[in-house]
């Protein structure tokens, strides 16, 4: 599975070091490490590494999650908490599936602090919690081998997708393009609209589009940009009559 591991801005060495010994274990070798607060080639992370420090030396750096995830299919960020505003954090097993039928998945770990905010999970498609007692706090390393144990060791291989969805810099380009389109015809405003798009986030993200559908739907939207411009540019005589409710069997 080409499986790629993202850790957002992790702080010590030594964590980056065992999360790389600990993707190995699982057969993960793509680690993407998102404004790192520290040097991932020091020496400690090496040590920490053990057999994994081609992992480290082979590591891709970013400045931002989205770069993170642009050639990614499918983005599972990892949180303990329920956040309001998000969808659930999922069983692995309910996830395990959807991971394994996606061509280019991501896992997504925070930093070791206050692991992903809220900016981060509207990132991700979906979110896994891993089980655990009422202390659920895990260790980097730790949320890592588990997590990848749980969709690359846990079942066999299911056979290979062949309906490739959008990249999320595809799907990103079109939630940035329809946020500007619920501006523009008066949709939602400045303080609703973080919340309005998340709400159509989930729906569209459930949908897994293909590049061509994500195509498809900013057609839409550009259709809808030129349609209110035109009308501006025409007057108000060019605005369609306004339409009553639709008459019913009680309607006289």
């Known amino acids: 599975m080409n499986l790629a591991v993202v850790l957002v801005s992790p702080k010590t060495?030594?964590?980056?070091?065992?999360?790389?010994?600990?993707?190995?274990?699982?057969?993960?070798?793509?680690?993407?490490?998102?404004a790192p607060r520290c040097d991932h080639l020091d020496s400690g992370?090496?040590?920490?590494?053990?057999?994994?420090a081609d992992?480290?030396?082979?590591?891709?750096?970013?400045?931002?999650?989205?770069?993170?995830?642009?050639?990614?299919?499918?983005?599972?960020?990892?949180?303990?908490?329920?956040?309001?505003?998000?969808p659930a954090p999922q069983h692995?097993?309910?996830?395990?599936?959807?991971?394994?039928?996606?061509?280019?998945?991501?896992?997504?770990f925070g930093p070791e602090e206050t692991g992903l905010i809220n900016s981060d999970l509207e990132q991700c498609q979906v979110t896994v919690r891993v089980p655990t007692?009422?202390?659920?706090?895990?260790?980097?390393?730790?949320?890592?081998?588990?997590?990848?144990?749980?969709?690359?060791?846990?079942?066999?291989?299911?056979?290979?997708?062949?309906?490739?969805?959008?990249?999320?810099?595809?799907?990103?380009?079109?939630?940035?393009h329809l946020h500007e389109t619920m501006r523009l015809i008066g949709y939602t405003d400045a303080v609703r609209a973080r919340h309005t798009l998340r709400l159509w986030r989930a729906v569209l993200d459930r949908a897994l589009m293909s590049s061509a559908e994500s195509r498809l739907f900013r057609g839409l939207l550009r259709q809808v940009a030129w349609k209110v411009e035109d009308a501006a540019r025409r007057g108000p005589a060019a605005l369609p009559p306004a339409q009553g409710p639709e008459p019913t069997e009680d309607t006289p």
């Open 13 to 34: 060495p030594g964590n980056i070091g065992a999360a790389a010994r600990a993707m190995l274990n699982m057969g993960a070798r793509d680690l993407r490490l998102v």
């Open 45 to 52: 992370a090496v040590a920490m590494a053990v057999h994994a």
């Open 55 to 86: 992992l480290l030396r082979e590591a891709r750096l970013y400045p931002t999650l989205r770069e993170a995830l642009a050639d990614r299919d499918l983005s599972v960020g990892t949180t303990a908490r329920l956040r309001a505003d998000l």
């Open 92 to 108: 692995p097993g309910h996830l395990r599936p959807l991971v394994r039928a996606a061509a280019a998945p991501a896992l997504v």
């Open 133 to 176: 007692a009422e202390y659920a706090s895990l260790n980097l390393a730790q949320a890592v081998l588990l997590v990848c144990y749980e969709f690359l060791q846990g079942v066999d291989e299911l056979p290979e997708r062949t309906r490739k969805t959008a990249t999320r810099e595809e799907m990103e380009a079109m939630y940035g």
